[in-house]
């Protein structure tokens, strides 16, 4: 078919042309980030936690009274609890899975171009493990003597050994043996030797947002000041968690001058981790599905008011040989043509988008394959929307260029 015709009628109708080209690319725009941002949320949901996280509670004191001693107080809680029925263990930490969010460098040189690897340490004692249920992948597990107890000001030193996750020795290592290698936590920092490989759990949002979302190392010190003081991770009996969460809590507020901050079943911590971003996505792809359909409407209005401006020349092609059907796909690439150019368009505007959303949360969320689907979703929506006033035309009788005008 000879598009020449197609291309002097856009020219004729210039301002609707402009009109529905902004307007489809705007629309591509708002609606593939959208469904860029709620593809990768959907994905990290579906992604395993690697630790029982139905059944383990955080709990996160903070004392008011300064004279109170942290420490004998950090003795009592883990002695207390350990005492509970159903209570499996606890471990104190500085910080809490899915909300680690404490992020460093970690390096294999300390040389000034040596690169960077991203992760969170998490401060604990041996009896980590168990709570979280980790699996030791290659070397030892931690105990005891490796840990390191004391008041910040007071103990200057830290622990010169530590465990790192299966994706952290693959990221450092790659097939290379990760136990016995060394590591540095930054780079005016003393070495620190990798003697366990355990396996992954989810850290937090800003690793999540990195694809790196189960990157971590475990140093075995537990230090603490009036200002800072650790959480608690306590794993309980399978289901137990809700029914035992107050009790747990007054056993915690048998210590004087305190207060409980956070405690929560980690369920509650991970559902919270995407709370944001789900709301987030959800509100634009409800604005996006709104546009989409005043994009199909202006599309429906624009070749119906062509339909009712070029009648007569319809009626002449009719009168001339032309079939219904040539008819039909005069209109149908009319608006393919349009579409295609907003679409271009919105997928320079998509670009844009996906880059401030992605700068702004630490993450790549753009995935091409996501993108030409919802280009090919939204040209299949226009071609639905022009069928009708297409097939309306069609059926102009080759009789109208008889009638005056």
Do not use: C
Not at 165 to 187: E, H, N, R
Not at 206 to 217: A, T, V
Not at 369 to 377: A, E, I, M, R, W
Request: aromatic fraction near 8%; charge should be neutral.
């Amino acid at each position: 078919m000879d598009i020449k015709p197609i291309f002097l009628s856009l020219k004729q109708n210039k301002f609707l042309t402009i009109l529905m080209v902004i307007q489809i690319a705007f629309t591509m725009g708002v609606l593939s980030s959208s469904v860029l941002v709620a593809t990768e949320t959907l994905r990290e949901w579906g992604m395993p936690s690697g630790i029982p996280h139905e059944d383990i509670i955080r709990i996160s004191p903070e004392f008011f009274d300064e004279t109170q001693d942290v420490g004998q107080a950090l003795v009592k809680d883990i002695e207390r609890v350990k005492n509970m029925p159903d209570v499996i263990n606890i471990a104190p930490s500085n910080a809490v899975p899915f909300t680690a969010e404490n992020m460093i460098n970690v390096y294999l040189a300390t040389t000034e171009d040596a690169q960077e690897y991203k992760t969170v340490v998490f401060h604990s004692d041996e009896n980590i493990f168990d709570v979280l249920q980790l699996s030791l992948i290659e070397g030892r597990l931690l105990n005891a003597s490796d840990v390191i107890k004391g008041e910040s000001s007071a103990t200057p030193e830290n622990a010169s050994q530590v465990m790192i996750s299966q994706d952290m020795a693959t990221a450092l290592f790659a097939d290379q043996p990760a136990v016995g290698q060394t590591i540095w936590l930054a780079k005016n920092a003393d070495p620190v030797q990798v003697v366990g490989v355990y396996s992954n759990f989810m850290v937090g949002e800003r690793l999540n947002g990195r694809g790196k979302s189960y990157q971590s190392i475990i140093r075995p010190q537990i230090k603490w000041s009036q200002n800072r003081q650790p959480h608690y991770l306590i794993r309980v009996g399978s289901g137990k968690g809700t029914a035992m969460m107050e009790d747990i809590i007054d056993v915690f507020y048998q210590e004087r001058g305190r207060f409980i901050n956070n405690p929560e079943l980690l369920k509650r911590t991970q559902k919270r981790m995407y709370d944001g971003r789900g709301s987030r996505a959800l509100t634009m792809l409800v604005i996006s599905v709104v546009l989409l359909i005043i994009t199909g409407l202006g599309m429906t209005g624009l070749t119906a008011f062509q339909v009712t401006q070029k009648r007569k020349q319809i009626g002449t092609r009719r009168a001339l040989g032309a079939k219904k059907r040539d008819v039909m796909r005069y209109f149908l690439t009319e608006n393919s043509i349009i579409t295609l150019i907003g679409l271009l368009i919105g997928i320079l505007v998509t670009l844009m988008i996906t880059f401030e959303l992605s700068e702004q949360a630490s993450q790549n969320f753009m995935n091409v394959s996501v993108l030409l689907l919802t280009g090919l979703v939204m040209w299949i929506v226009n071609i639905l929307a022009v069928w009708f006033p297409a097939r309306r035309a069609a059926n102009i009788a080759p009789a109208i260029v008889t009638r005056s005008a």
